[in-house]
T-cell receptor
Framework: GQQVMQIPQYQHVQEGEDFTTYCNSS?????IQWYKQRPGGHPVFLIQ?????EVKKQKRLTFQFGEAKKNSSLHITATQTTDVGTYFC????????????FGKGTKLSVKP | EAGVAQSPRYKIIEKRQSVAFWCNPI?????LYWYQQILGQGPKLLIQ????????DSQLPKDRFSAERLKGVDSTLKIQPAKLEDSAVYLC?????????????FGPGTRLTVT
């Protein structure tokens, strides 16, 4: 079945450093979504990417969808302590009635 | 706009007991999802409803789990009997669009501990 792999599992950075998490799917995706889950909280939607090669930016966050629509990345520039949490990618398989497959997430800690 | 409501927030039961969780989605959202999130992992879809019909329940352990969405609004998820490996956070989410397109709004979850 469809699998979504995410690396790294953990990332510890000094405040101000950059951070990147990568997501890879075993199959071509219809779309990919990114969610952030703060410690003790629930997943909160960040963005959805649909088009091959798409790049979207939200302030210090840059999201990319690969040309083959099988991989994606999230890059945070100049991390802040408020960026702490677990970042999940979730891929939607082909077809009109699919469901999201979540990766295991990348847990980001930021040292002030 | 009110968010997705879930209750209870926490539940501790012994194995072989039964438990039920309740979810009230955002008003007007036709699609409702139940996810299981085991510690250290991403959410795993258990069941997806479109209005009051089941779209996908392929990963629902039907020998012990059941879910319903009466009148296409509120939903309940039941486990009977519970096993130790059912300890997890059960998340309810809703969305406006069909087929897992677009933003999913998650509730706060119910943390279940099975002893």
């Amino acid at each position: 079945g469809q699998q979504v792999m995410q690396i790294p599992q953990y990332q510890h950075v000094q405040e101000g450093e950059d951070f990147t998490t990568y997501c890879n799917s075993s199959t071509t995706l219809s779309n990919i979504q990114w969610y952030k889950q703060r410690p003790g909280g629930h997943p909160v939607f960040l963005i959805q990417l649909v088009k091959s090669g798409e790049v979207k930016k939200q302030k210090r966050l840059t999201f990319q969808f690969g040309e083959a629509k099988k991989n994606s990345s999230l890059h945070i520039t100049a991390t802040q302590t408020t960026d702490v949490g677990t970042y999940f990618c979730a891929g939607l398989g082909g077809g009109s009635q699919g469901n999201l497959i979540f990766g295991k997430g990348t847990k980001l800690s930021v040292k002030p | 706009e009110a968010g997705v409501a879930q209750s209870p927030r926490y539940k501790i039961i012994e194995k072989r007991q039964s438990v039920a969780f309740w979810c009230n989605p955002i008003s007007g959202h036709a699609t409702l999802y139940w996810y299981q999130q085991i510690l250290g992992q991403g959410p795993k879809l258990l069941i997806q409803f479109q209005n009051n019909g089941v779209v996908d329940d392929s990963q629902l352990p039907k020998d012990r789990f059941s879910a319903e969405r009466l009148k296409g609004v509120d939903s309940t998820l039941k486990i009977q009997p519970a096993k130790l490996e059912d300890s997890a956070v059960y998340l309810c989410a809703s969305s406006q669009l069909q087929g897992a397109w677009g933003e999913q709004y998650f509730g706060p979850g119910t943390r279940l501990t099975v002893t």
